[in-house]
């Protein structure tokens, strides 16, 4: 039996070392998955340095080896001590795909680069018509001796404008059904012919991106799995895109930010915003929903510590947390009122120095309500996991 | 899950889908029969009533726990006959520590020979059980008890009440025979096919019917009141399930524009959503049983909160498998409405949903 609370401190005194003041301000100011990302990059390397930067990976490609209940804590104390996030697509998502589908060369050249942050990966998957239905992905990849050549253009690129490198499904056989002609294909973003916009999106931020791919030359080499199997590729990764998150710390902490702007608030008679009835009962609906999300996310790791699986548990759990992060974001807005409104862009920069027009506690407030909306239609819209758990569970 | 809590639950599901037959239910509740001495007789003999009493008492020393899992194979079921009613509501009142009760009495229950139920609401007094007009005044040789006692859950059945009143200005409780003298019971059936009681109490009841008073009885009733919401959180979550089951079987065979029901998303996803709550509803159940269990700080939290939540998933689920069936699941020879209507009335069963969700936020504002 391992001493969790002796790693929990461990964990604990890293974080209140190696946190710097402007870390945790970016952490504080982080509104959607993605941290400022000079920040992030700081803190990736960071834990590159301290070997932490990698959480799920094993040992023996770089990673600490821990087991569920530790990359549980690491996360929970993260998260309590504001740290900023460090951008995942290629820690969370393309890593784990190198070590199942990658050749020896491949895991050699690249997963060192991930962990290091000398490369940064985006994910190359929806296109403007396709989105939920995935497989109906149209940049095609064309064989030219030992080249693909690459047309079409892949959007919500989350980061894309910060990376150097993007993992894209492309369809490389068009005469099958949809799933059995597509790849899995490594590119250099800096190839020739490859053009990369900026999305702003509601918040005025930039995090999400169009990249275009005209007469892209790829080396044959890039493909990860054999050609035309990167539908099982890009399954195995969802996989890891929604059963690898705890939804249950972020929500924790949704509520302890929300309960003390609750208590700073005035309502309309003078009293704080918590004592407030109606807004204190639709407040404790949602920490009951929590309650059962938290119990939840309880019982599947219960069952991956005995060696299960979650199975569709891991849609269940999508669904119910990215939802009730919503209606924490609605909670949110409606305790601070009118200060939703002013829009101050520098305030949200962690190094920004000066006096916004926005109250300190409502800082992030109308951000957050409007990134999260995203959080519902990314990893699989709330409407596909309820498909999952319709095939799945019900067998319909 | 332990290998004991398996265990009670295979042999329960096992008993229950081979002889608990809906149809032969619903012949003895439509013929006016609150409950079947037979099944009461086996589940007595399963070892269903010991369940809760320690094994001095000749019980089995179960916790909540265990009385969950068979309390959500009895909501699966529909089970009528009134068991956690007695044997874990009102043996929880009769087996607190400091309380007088004599001990041939558990054993009774134990061995159903007893049916034992608790009277507390009245007609004028607001829903809680310290709010009463029932009195106790001392006479010789014993008390007499004056009083109006509504909505005696099972009451129809059983062979005693564990009456509440006030005993110079202290809360208390008394066991009262069904057959004493100046009692009237007037029992009707529920919609939910079980049998409730109204009674007129002016009877005079010996000393040692004197069960517990003051603190005691106020501690007593509050243990007592956890535990019913347990008990009805686990038979909601069965009766929801089975409920789901039923949902997702019927539509997939019913066949309306040239198609199963169940090939459409729109209610494909509305089936999801019920699994949802299910699972999160269990989540709660066993997380609220092991915490009372184990006496855990955040019991009180996680008990209102299953009551909160399991009272809104189980009217959501059961109310949306009425709408998917349709026609059919408006019929009293139908199963599905037999769901809806358990649920309702657990819904109400001495906690409600609004008095915990009150309760939750006092508990958790309190931390």
């Known amino acids: 039996m391992k001493d969790y609370n002796a790693f929990r401190e461990e964990v604990r005194s890293f974080l209140a070392e190696a946190l710097t003041p402007d870390l ?35 040992e023996e490609y770089g990673g600490p080896g821990w087991d569920i209940n530790e990359r549980y804590i690491f996360q929970e104390e993260c998260k309590l001590a504001n740290a900023p996030t460090v951008v995942m697509m290629a820690l969370q998502m393309l890593g784990p795909l190198l070590m199942h589908y990658g050749t020896e060369e491949q895991k050699a050249y690249y997963l060192p680069r991930i962990l290091s942050g000398e490369d940064m990966w985006c994910q190359g998957y929806s296109e403007p018509g396709s989105g939920s239905d995935l497989a109906s992905l149209k940049t095609s990849a064309v064989r030219d001796g030992d080249d693909y050549i690459v047309n079409g253009t892949k959007i919500w690129t989350s980061m894309a404008q910060h990376s150097n490198r993007i993992f894209c499904l492309v369809k490389t056989n068009k005469e099958v059904k949809p799933q059995a002609g597509i790849s899995f294909l490594l590119i250099d973003l800096d190839t020739p012919g490859i053009t990369i916009d900026e999305i702003i999106s509601l918040d005025g931020h930039v995090e999400q991106c169009q990249v275009f791919f005209d007469n892209v030359r790829v080396p044959v080499a890039n493909l990860i799995g054999e050609e035309n199997d990167g539908w099982s ?35 309309r008679d ?66 601070v009122g009118q200060a939703v409104t002013p829009y101050h862009a520098d305030s949200l920069n962690p190094r920004y120095e000066g006096k916004g027009p926005v109250p300190g506690y409502a800082l992030t407030t109308m951000a957050e309500y409007i990134n999260n909306r995203a959080a519902t239609i990314y990893g699989g819209t709330a409407e596909i996991q309820r498909t999952i758990i319709a095939k799945q569970i019900l067998k319909l | 899950m332990t290998e004991d809590q398996q265990m009670l639950r295979d042999a329960a599901e096992r008993y229950l889908r081979d002889n608990y037959d809906f149809n032969a239910r619903r012949e003895r509740v439509n013929a006016g029969e609150y409950m079947s001495q037979e099944h009461w007789n086996t589940m007595a003999e399963m070892g269903w009533m010991a369940m809760p009493f320690s094994e001095e008492l000749g019980g089995l020393g179960f916790g909540m726990q265990e009385c969950a899992v068979v309390a959500e194979q009895f909501g699966r079921h529909l089970v009528m006959e009134p068991v956690m009613d007695s044997v874990v509501v009102a043996g929880s009142l009769l087996t607190f520590e400091g309380v007088n009760t004599p001990s041939s009495l558990i054993e009774q229950m134990a061995t159903g020979e007893a049916l034992v139920v608790v009277a507390n609401a009245e007609p004028d007094a607001a829903p809680s059980f310290v709010n009463t007009h029932s009195r106790l005044q001392a006479t010789e040789g014993g008390y007499r008890l004056v009083g109006e006692k509504v909505f005696v859950a099972g009451g129809g059945s059983a062979t005693h009440f564990v009456v509440t009143a006030r005993l110079n200005d202290e809360f208390a409780y008394v066991l009262v025979e069904r057959g004493a003298t100046g009692l009237t019971v007037n029992h009707y059936p529920t919609y939910d096919g079980r049998s409730g009681a109204n009674l007129v109490l002016d009877v005079l009841v010996p000393e040692s019917a004197l069960i517990a008073t003051g603190e005691t009885a106020i501690l007593a009733f509050a243990q007592a009141r956890a535990r019913v919401v347990l008990m009805a959180s686990a038979e909601t979550l069965g009766a929801m399930e089975a409920a789901l089951e039923a949902t997702v079987d019927y539509t997939k065979q019913r066949i309306q524009f040239g198609q199963p029901l169940a090939s459409f998303q729109a209610l494909q996803h509305r089936m999801s959503d019920m699994v949802i709550q299910v699972e999160l509803c269990r989540s709660l159940v066993e997380a609220a049983c092991r915490a009372h269990d184990e006496g855990a700080a955040d019991e009180m939290e996680l008990i209102l909160a299953t009551k909160v939540k399991t009272a809104n998933a189980g009217r959501h689920i059961t109310q949306e498998a009425i709408q998917l069936h349709g026609g059919i699941a408006t019929t009293d020879e139908y199963v599905v409405g037999h769901y809806f209507k358990r649920v309702a009335a657990l819904d109400s069963w001495i906690v409600s949903r609004d008095e915990a969700l009150d309760k939750f936020i006092a508990v958790v504002d309190a931390a």
């Not at chain 1, 509104?31 to 799920?56: C, M, N, Q, R, Y």
């Not at chain 1, 249950?248 to 302890?256: E, M, N």
């Not at chain 1, 569709?312 to 999508?318: D, E, I, N, W």
Request: with cysteine; hydrophobic share 40%.
């Open chain 1, 233 to 267: 590729v890009a399954k195995y990764l969802l996989e890891f895109e929604r059963g690898g998150h705890n939804f249950t710390i972020d929500i924790k902490k949704q509520l302890a930010k929300l309960r003390k702007q609750a208590r700073k608030v005035k309502a």
């Open chain 1, 24 to 58: 945790v301000r970016a952490g504080e100011l982080t509104t959607s998955v993605f941290s400022d990302f000079e920040a992030a990059l700081k803190w990736h390397k960071i834990l590159h340095e301290k070997g932490w930067v990698a959480p799920d990976w094993p």
């Open chain 1, 270 to 335: 003078g009293k704080p915003k918590l004592q407030d009835p109606v807004f204190r009962h639709r407040l404790a609906e949602a920490e009951i929903e929590a309650m059962a999300l938290e119990q939840t996310e309880l019982r599947i790791k219960g069952a991956l510590n005995a060696g299960g699986n979650p199975g569709a548990l891991s849609s269940l759990v999508k669904c119910v947390g990215t939802e009730l992060g919503q209606r924490f974001n609605e909670l949110s807005v409606d305790a």
